[in-house]
């Protein structure tokens, strides 16, 4: 009887020990595909936030101002004045 | 672990371990002795079932758990610390405008350096050839004598790839952030700049660490669109004017929200740690509208008046002879600018409107001068004043607030201010009487509004008086129609070697509209402008530059502040019919 206890005790380390090289394993693997999956994550939202800054850089205020001046002969853009807006007063909608 | 089991012969309670008891007690229990004596293959088996269960139990418990692994490896707890090192948010939040456009970000780039190289000259060479800022013979010395060096900052990946395949084994390359300023110099003084590895060292910038703000993104009260415009139309001032420098200011008078804040020569944070010299570096980071402490001239005429009118000493009937001699010196009078000096006894308003010294000296007479003095305090003029960002200066007072500094301070001289604090006051005068507390962070107009400082009805008075300096006065360059815009302008000298005169002079203009309801205060100051007689700018006044800049600024940004536009409604004195307006 003791001798089935101290196999069977055996038999539960080794498989274990198995087990838990099995499972190490498989979080080591995932651990590799997370970190992958972060790098791409990283360099996209990095690319994201390149266009997005590329973008407002491209529409900054200045960078408009000299476009416009460029094209004023074809546009014939020039800033709003105040006489071309008209404030609608809630009374009046009512 | 006692485990209790029964001695079914004696019907005595024998625990486990008490065997070993006897090693421990000096007084033997013979009873017990005796039975451990005559039944020890029973208790060592009853030891065996012990360690047996035990074992059972704690490797069922591996079991189980391990089991639970290997089936749901989902529900592994907690992400390797090293994973969670390499996520993709910047240390540092993003910076927007009011209307959340983009002014400040943080990109991932890549820093190059080299460790202990074998062959610093080879090296060197090697580099020169893909990083051909590089000298090369400094590079040499600098291998030769230090075991580390940064071979270059935001690296592109060409770069990186170049350097990879440049031969040179010893290179190291480290992912770093860096702030981008998307809109470059705009906004530059507000925003601040930042040194390696994001460490903020102005501005919002060098204040988010130390604010509760490091975990979102920053709204400024900054409008974006306004501060190019404001910025531009300085510009052109100083280019037009030959000025050597000139500042602008736009405030919401009920929320106290910096608009826009412009101080020129201005500069690039992106680059501000490599292309500055030393003292362009120091001229272009200061900040004139919060660190300068100026005398800002006629403008502060604004201040006297309300003073006056606030404490009941004068009404706007009142007449003060312009002509008679006022002594500041043992034998000098008291001079209106240009010696336009009215003809007849004027009143308040006229006073104003002629910006006439030797009126506000005779109005700070009769207030007096602690009564001054506490109201400048009560206006928030003299205090060094409190924003969010570290570079605030603070006024320049006169060491003794004698008779003569009260005369001088009446009309702006003798008393530096700090332009922020000065537009606070104005904006402080025209809402209605309400002191506000100029910010940095977008409040979405909401009303913070505090104390009064002037009772509603002398703010009405003011706003009326203000308008009839644009309408009829020196502001006339500034008045833009379909907005009644108020203001005052200012020529003061600005002192140098211990007295005033021939070292130039500093013009200013302070405005605010929609002149019958003001929602935004303005002003524009410009250090040393000429005459420009080719391009029609006959004098270096305030009428001549600082006037015209702020009319065309007004005129480019109320569309934009959806301001109520209007060229029917006038400023008027409604309720307080004391005020005879034929005077005028």
């Known amino acids: ?94 | 672990m006692g485990k209790i089991f029964k001695n079914k012969l004696k019907k005595t309670k024998i625990i486990a371990g008490d065997d070993l008891g006897v090693f421990f007690k000096s007084e033997k229990n013979s009873h017990q002795e005796s039975y451990v004596s005559r039944n020890s293959p029973h208790i060592s088996k009853e030891r065996i079932h012990l360690a047996k269960f035990s074992f059972i139990f704690i490797f069922s418990l591996f079991i189980l758990k391990s089991t639970s692994l290997a089936l749901f490896p989902g529900d592994i707890r907690g992400i390797p610390r090293s994973i969670v090192s390499k996520t993709v948010k910047s240390p540092v939040p993003e910076i927007f405008d009011r209307n959340n456009k983009l002014l400040v970000t943080s990109v991932r780039t890549k820093r190059a350096s080299i460790r202990n190289p074998v062959n610093p000259i080879e090296t060197a060479r090697l580099i020169k050839a893909v990083l051909p800022l590089w000298d090369e013979e400094r590079l040499v010395k600098k291998l030769e004598k230090r075991s580390y060096v940064e071979l270059a900052d935001d690296i592109s990946d060409v770069e990186h790839y170049d350097i990879l395949n440049s031969g040179v084994a010893e290179v190291e390359f480290h992912p770093v952030w860096r702030r981008i300023y998307t809109n470059k110099e705009l906004a530059s003084h507000v925003i601040g700049y930042s040194g390696r590895d994001l460490v903020g060292l102005s501005g919002i910038e060098k204040t988010i660490p130390k604010s509760k703000l490091l975990q979102k993104d920053i709204n400024l009260s900054i409008d974006i669109t306004v501060q190019f415009h404001l910025e531009d139309e300085i510009k052109k001032g100083i280019d037009l004017y030959n000025a050597d420098s000139g500042f602008g200011i736009v405030i919401d008078v009920i929320s106290g929200e910096i608009i826009a804040s412009a101080s020129l020569p201005t500069f690039d944070p992106n680059i501000i740690n490599k292309n500055y010299s030393k003292d362009e570096f120091k001229k272009a980071t200061f900040n004139q509208v919060m660190q300068g402490s100026y005398e800002l001239g006629s403008v502060m005429k604004i201040m006297t008046l309300a003073m006056a009118l606030e404490d009941k000493s004068i009404n706007l009937n009142d007449t003060f002879d312009d002509t008679i001699c006022i002594k500041i010196a043992a034998n000098r009078c008291l001079k209106n600018y240009n010696n336009d000096n009215a003809s007849k006894p004027i009143n308040p308003v006229e006073c104003l409107v002629r910006s006439s010294n030797r009126c506000m000296a005779q109005i700070a007479q009769i207030v007096g001068r602690s009564k001054q003095k506490s109201f400048l305090q009560e206006a928030g003029l003299l205090d060094e004043y409190f924003l969010e960002i570290f570079e605030t200066g603070s006024p320049l007072i006169p060491e003794k607030w004698s008779d003569n500094s009260m005369i001088t301070i009446s009309f702006g001289q003798g008393l530096g201010v700090v332009p922020l604090s000065f537009a606070s006051g104005v904006a402080s005068i025209v809402n209605g009487g309400y002191r506000i507390k100029p910010t940095l962070y977008s409040l979405n107009k909401r009303d913070q509004r505090g104390h009064s400082i002037i009772r509603e009805e002398v703010s009405e008075k003011l706003r009326y008086a203000m308008r009839q300096v644009v309408k009829n006065g020196s502001g006339a360059q500034a008045d833009i129609p379909g907005y009644a815009v108020i203001g005052k302008t200012g020529t003061a000298d600005i002192p140098c070697n211990g007295s005033y005169g021939g070292c130039g002079n500093r013009t200013a203009f302070v405005g605010a509209f929609p002149g019958w309801e003001p929602q935004y205060v303005i002003l524009v100051s410009f250090e040393r402008p000429k005459a420009n007689i080719n391009k029609g700018v006959k004098r270096n006044s305030s009428y001549w530059n600082a006037g015209p800049t702020a009319g065309n600024i007004i005129r480019l940004i109320a569309p934009i502040l959806n301001v109520e536009y209007d060229e029917k409604k006038e400023v008027e004195l409604s309720t307080y019919s004391e005020f005879k307006k034929e005077t005028l």
Request: charged content about 25%; overall charge positive; hydrophobic content about 40%.
């Open chain 1, 1 to 94: 009887m003791f001798k089935v206890f101290v196999y069977s005790l055996l038999l539960t380390f080794i498989s274990l020990i198995v087990s838990n090289q099995i499972i190490s394993h498989e979080i080591k693997n995932q651990t590799r595909k997370l970190n992958n999956i972060n790098a791409v994550i990283q360099h996209e939202e990095n690319k994201e936030n390149l266009l997005k800054t590329d973008w407002v850089v491209r529409t900054s205020p200045a960078r408009l101002k000299i476009l416009s001046d460029k094209h004023r002969s074809t546009l014939k853009l020039s800033p709003a004045k105040g006489k071309n807006i008209k404030f609608i007063k809630l009374e009046e909608i009512r």
